[in-house]
T-cell receptor, first 111, second 117 residues
Framework: GQQLNQSPQSMFIQEGEDVSMNCTSS?????WLWYKQDPGEGPVLLIALYKAGELTSNGRLTAQFGITRKDSFLNISASIPSDVGIYFCAGRGTGFQKLVFGTGTRLLVSP | DAGVTQSPTHLIKTRGQQVTLRCSPI?????VSWYQQVLGQGPQFIFQYYEKEERGRGNFPDRFSARQFPNYSSELNVNALLLGDSALYLC????????????????FGPGTRLTVL
């Protein structure tokens, strides 16, 4: 099935460091969403973006909707151990369009 | 308000059997979608239902079917199970007021872990 290109595939960082990950698509999307998933759980919505160029923050998380509408970025500042998990981007077109997910970024944080 | 609920949590079946998974959306949400997540991959879209009608279908065989009830809950049925059907099945609900569609996001349940032996 279709999946968006997400990078990096995995990251191992020290507590307190900042993290950046991005997601690219060959298709244009009208909505970009970022989710975090813990093992055996469903994805939890972190940030939703609805307009090209939009920059939105949620605590230590900041995400941007790319101008071309084909990419999005997520930044996590001052990482903490509970940030550990898999982060997925997801894009959606208009109307009843499905969500298309990225391949995921696995984040490990060392105390 | 309760979030999206799914049952059962875990399920073990053998090849050739049939399975039914259940989902209750967030109160007030009228749209339910189903996703399959194979280990190590992102979720893949299976179905979307809105107001009891199928609105979208992913690239899955006819062995997969679903329906939505008047109370907006939903069932996903999979017939003639294959080993490759082993996955986490996720349900997501969305309000979809039909107005400002762009501000209407999707929330996931905890999933049903299906193992096919």
């Amino acid at each position: 099935g279709q999946q968006l290109n997400q990078s990096p595939q995995s990251m191992f960082i020290q507590e307190g460091e900042d993290v950046s990950m991005n997601c690219t698509s060959s298709s244009i999307f009208n909505t970009w969403l970022w989710y975090k998933q813990d093992p055996g759980e469903g994805p939890v919505l972190l940030i939703a973006l609805y307009k090209a160029g939009e920059l939105t923050s949620n605590g230590r998380l900041t995400a941007q909707f790319g101008i071309t509408r084909k990419d999005s970025f997520l930044n996590i500042s001052a990482s903490i151990p509970s940030d550990v998990g898999i982060y997925f981007c997801a894009g959606r077109g208009t109307g009843f369009q499905k969500l298309v997910f990225g391949t995921g970024t696995r984040l490990l944080v060392s105390p | 308000d309760a979030g999206v609920t799914q049952s059962p949590t875990h399920l073990i079946k053998t090849r050739g059997q049939q399975v039914t998974l259940r989902c209750s959306p967030i109160s007030g949400h009228k749209s339910v979608s189903w996703y399959q997540q194979v280990l190590g991959q992102g979720p893949q879209f299976i179905f979307q239902y809105y107001e009891k009608e199928e609105r979208g279908r992913g690239n899955f065989p006819d062995r997969f079917s679903a329906r939505q009830f008047p109370n907006y809950s939903s069932e996903l049925n999979v017939n003639a199970l294959l080993l490759g059907d082993s996955a986490l099945y996720l349900c997501a609900s969305r309000r979809y007021s039909g107005g400002a569609e762009g501000t209407d996001t999707q929330y996931f349940g905890p999933g049903t872990r299906l193992t096919v032996l």
